[in-house]
């Protein structure tokens, strides 16, 4: 018990350096800096913060950020890492994603997914540094939509299931960690990771694609996200929040935004239904989350999905998925801090 007061102490003078127009720069270790998630949210902070990004089987070359070249799933890894770096907040986005990996490979899921974000947690809890753990709408099982934190969970398939495992590890080994439930596209390194890219990829390509008129979420793009999940650690938050758009649709609407936007023809998009997909995972239909809560802090609604939208449009316009891709590759990629 006093081990736990101690670190609560730390952890609130951290806090209190993390305000929303601080002068200094705050000093950010994100994990899975490789990833879809990760690396937009390196990009993002490091244009404002001293940020580290911890990347494992994809290196890379030339980021505005310093890389730590680190296998997390080591004993002992994250630790000294932390003490290395000594971040002043730690963004947990390392996962293993894949759904249908996570149903073909279970341990590996539970590992990645469960017992790391755990250590993580005991981990920055012991040093007294804010932890954002990134967690998953799909803890519901999507049967009847309009979920609010206080919902009682219930995933289906083996990722969500290390997801909400991982939100009870966490919380347990560090109560006043910032829990984000999120769902977001955005530009990856290869260009194939998000939902968006899907769309724009196949539509640009003239091919067409089938889009889930059953299957409502609420996705953020990943920088807006980004940006939020700030605010929210600005304004000293913890346990869960539901981080996502205030907007929901469905995802053959999704695809046709994609196309709207980008002057492309949804024609292409073939509206079907979930049960005609042939996936593996079971998918939970309709994944609307409330965000009153966000909005509460926030002092505004949750981002709409024009703005996301508009975002990742902008972010094309601006060569930002030909400078992720020169990172990848060691090349001057040009973004600048």
């Not at 899975?32 to 913060?49: C, E, P, Q, W």
């Not at 519901?140 to 969500?160: C, H, I, M, V, W």
């Not at 981002?303 to 590759?329: C, I, K, N, V």
Request: with cysteine.
């Amino acid at each position: 018990m006093a081990q736990h007061s101690a670190n609560s102490r730390n952890h609130s003078s951290v806090r209190r350096g993390v305000q929303a127009g601080n002068p200094g720069m705050t000093r950010i270790l994100v994990t899975g800096a490789s990833g879809l998630l990760g690396l937009n949210f390196a990009l993002t902070y490091s244009r404002r913060h001293q940020v580290t990004g911890v990347v494992n089987a994809h290196p890379l070359t030339g980021a505005p950020f310093q890389v730590l070249n680190a296998d997390l799933a080591k004993p002992g890894s994250i630790g000294e890492i932390l003490d290395r770096v000594k971040p002043d907040v730690v963004l947990h986005c390392a996962a293993l994603a894949n759904v249908d990996q996570c149903e073909r490979q279970p341990e590996l899921a539970w590992r990645l997914n469960t017992d790391l974000p755990e250590e993580v947690a005991q981990a920055t809890a012991d040093r007294g540094i804010v932890l954002v753990h990134i967690s998953t709408d799909a803890v519901f099982d999507g049967k009847t939509g309009r979920y609010t934190e206080e919902s009682q969970p219930n995933p289906l398939g083996a990722y969500a299931r290390t997801k909400l495992a991982a939100e009870h590890a966490v919380l347990q080994a560090y109560p006043e960690a910032l829990i984000a439930r999120v769902n977001f596209y955005g530009w990856s390194l290869g260009g194939q990771r998000s939902l968006a890219e899907f769309f724009f990829n196949h539509l640009s390509a003239g091919t067409p694609v089938r889009g889930f008129t059953d299957v409502f979420f609420c996705p953020l793009e990943v920088t807006v996200l980004a940006e939020t999940l700030m605010r929210l650690v600005e304004a000293h938050c913890s346990e869960i929040y539901h981080v996502v758009s205030g907007e929901c649709l469905s995802k053959y609407e999704f695809g046709c935004a994609v196309a709207r936007r980008f002057g492309l023809d949804e024609g292409l998009i073939q509206p079907v239904s979930v049960h005609e997909g042939g996936l593996l995972a079971a998918r939970s239909p309709d994944l609307r989350l409330r965000t009153d809560k966000l909005a509460g802090v926030l002092g505004s609604p949750a981002p709409d999905q024009e703005t996301s939208m508009q975002r990742f449009f902008e972010l094309y316009q601006a060569g930002h998925p030909q400078q992720l891709r020169a990172l990848a590759l060691g090349v001057d990629s040009h973004i600048s801090g």
